[in-house]
C-alpha cells in the first residue's frame, strides 16, 4: 500500500481539499488511483517472481503496438543505424524508434544545457557510463567538435557495446562488469555522466560505483547523475518509504541487480552524505526535463 502523499490526496479529495473544490482535485485524485493499481500489480508480480515473465509479455506487446510507427520511422529515416528491437526494450523500456530518436536528441540539449563547456573547451574528454545502445552518446556526438572532445561509453551490457562499436563511429566504446572499477586511468575525464543508472543499483553497489565515477574525474571535474528523489515518493510502498526517510535510500529488488527492472530511490542528504568533504554539489535539479531521465533530479557534482 502506497503511504504519505497519497493518504494526503485521499483526505484533501473527502474534504474538498485545499482548493475548496472536489472538481478541482479530481485529476490528481485520478492519479492518485493510476499508480495504486499499477503498484499493488507490480509489487504482486515482484513478490511472486512473476515480473521479468510479465516483461517478456510487455515487450512483445510494446513490439507490436510500434510496429506501424516503426515502419514509418525507418522510412524517414534511410541509412540509420538502429539498435535491434529488444536491444532497446532492454535499456528503456520502449521499442519506439521515434521515442529513442527525439528522447536521446533532447536529452543531449538537457546535457549542454546543464554544462555549457563542454561545446567550448579544448582538450576535453567525457565519459557515458551505462550508455546503452547509444540513445544520448550518438545525439550529444553531433553537438560537439571532434577535433576537441574526445567521446567514450561504458556499459555492463556487452551487446550494447558491441552493437555501439559497430554502428557509431567517433565513440571508444568499452564494456564494464557489474561491480568497479572502470577501464579507464584515474583523472581521465573532464566529465563523466549517468542518466538513470545508479538508479537501478542496491546499496553495497551504489557507493562503490559513485566513487569509481569521481575516480576517473580530473580534479574539478564534473559527474552528472540523475536518481529517483523526492518527487518519487509517491511510489514507495509504505516499507520503503520509511527507509527512504530513515536511511536516505529505499531499494526494490527481487529482481538482478543492475537490471531495468531494479529500482532504488535517494534523498539528497543520502547524496551529501555520500558526498563528503572531496566532493561539492554545484547543482541539484529537483524538477528537470523528462527527456533526460523521466524527470529523476538532476545532480551535478564537481570533484573538488
Known amino acids: ?125 567525457l565519459l557515458e557510463w551505462g550508455c546503452g545502445p547509444g540513445r544520448i552518446l550518438r545525439q550529444l556526438r553531433n553537438r560537439l567538435d571532434a577535433s576537441r572532445v574526445k567521446i567514450f561509453g561504458s556499459d555492463y551490457n556487452k551487446a550494447s557495446i558491441a552493437w555501439c562499436k559497430e554502428h557509431l563511429k567517433g565513440i571508444a566504446f568499452l564494456s564494464n562488469e557489474l561491480l568497479p572499477p572502470l577501464n579507464y586511468k584515474s583523472g581521465r575525464f573532464d566529465l563523466v555522466y549517468c542518466a538513470s543508472v545508479l538508479t537501478h543499483l542496491p546499496e553495497p553497489m551504489f557507493r562503490p560505483w559513485l566513487e569509481e565515477l569521481f575516480r576517473v574525474l580530473k580534479p574539478n571535474g564534473i559527474a552528472l547523475i540523475t536518481l529517483n528523489g523526492d518527487r518519487f515518493i509517491s511510489y514507495l510502498s509504505r516499507e520503503e518509504r520509511e527507509s527512504y526517510e530513515r536511511l536516505g535510500y529505499a531499494n526494490r529488488g527481487k529482481v538482478h541487480e543492475g537490471s531495468r527492472l531494479y529500482m532504488a530511490y535517494h534523498s539528497r542528504r543520502y547524496v551529501e552524505t555520500v558526498c563528503g568533504n572531496d566532493f561539492k554539489i554545484v547543482l541539484h535539479d529537483s524538477n528537470p526535463s523528462h527527456y533526460l531521465s523521466g524527470g529523476q533530479d538532476v545532480y551535478l557534482i564537481q570533484k573538488i
Open 1 to 125: 500500500m502506497v503511504a504519505g502523499h497519497n493518504e494526503d490526496v485521499i483526505s484533501r479529495w473527502s474534504s474538498g481539499g485545499a482548493f475548496g473544490s472536489v472538481s478541482c482535485y479530481k485529476h490528481e485524485f485520478e492519479e492518485y488511483i493510476i499508480i495504486m493499481l499499477k503498484q499493488t500489480i507490480v509489487h504482486f508480480l515482484r513478490g511472486s517472481h512473476l515480473l521479468t515473465a510479465a516483461e517478456k509479455a510487455r515487450y512483445f506487446l510494446n513490439v507490436l503496438v510500434n510496429r506501424p510507427a516503426n515502419r514509418r520511422f525507418i522510412a524517414e529515416h534511410p541509412g540509420v543505424a538502429l539498435p535491434p528491437l529488444w536491444l532497446a526494450y532492454d535499456a528503456y523500456s520502449s521499442t519506439n524508434y521515434y521515442w529513442y530518436w527525439d528522447s536521446g536528441s533532447h536529452a543531449a540539449d538537457c546535457i549542454v544545457k546543464y554544462i555549457p563547456t563542454v561545446t567550448t573547451a579544448d582538450d576535453c574528454s
